[in-house]
């Protein structure tokens, strides 16, 4: 039988092991990896709230290294707000902010 993530792990145990990666990676890699994740904020749309609540752990955990980045999440998400329609999507701006 092929290897299967569905057989493994549920969509949300693989998206809580990437924020976990993230968050890891931000102790040595800050600068790099948060450039890449402000690029979910391109398309002009809200990323999902799975990346507001990484940003909250990356805040939480790696505070010192965030604060440069925490102007540009904000000055990207407060255009956007309106845009928020879930409650999950709203309580994870809220937990980030």
Same mark, same amino acid.
């Given at each position: 039988?092929?290897?299967?993530?569905?057989?493994?792990?549920? &969509?949300?145990?693989?998206?809580? &092991?990437?924020? +976990?990666?993230?968050?890891?990676?931000?102790?040595?890699?800050? &600068?790099?990896?948060? @450039?890449?994740?402000?690029?979910?904020?391109?398309?002009?749309?809200?990323?999902? !709230?799975?990346?507001?609540?990484?940003?909250?752990? &990356?805040?939480?955990?790696?505070?010192? +290294?965030?604060? !440069?980045?925490?102007?540009?999440?904000?000055?990207?998400?407060? !255009?956007?707000?309106?845009?928020? @329609?879930? +409650? =999950?999507? @709203?309580?994870?701006? =809220?937990? =980030?902010?």
């Amino acid at each position: 039988m092929p290897f299967s993530w569905e057989s493994h792990a549920t &969509i949300s145990e693989m998206v809580e &092991i990437g924020s +976990d990666v993230l968050v890891t990676m931000s102790h040595s890699h800050c &600068i790099e990896m948060m @450039k890449q994740m402000l690029n979910l904020f391109q398309s002009g749309h809200l990323p999902a !709230p799975s990346t507001f609540q990484t940003f909250r752990r &990356i805040f939480s955990t790696n505070a010192n +290294d965030f604060i !440069p980045f925490l102007s540009a999440v904000l000055s990207m998400t407060v !255009p956007l707000l309106g845009e928020a @329609k879930s +409650d =999950a999507l @709203k309580r994870s701006i =809220a937990g =980030a902010v």
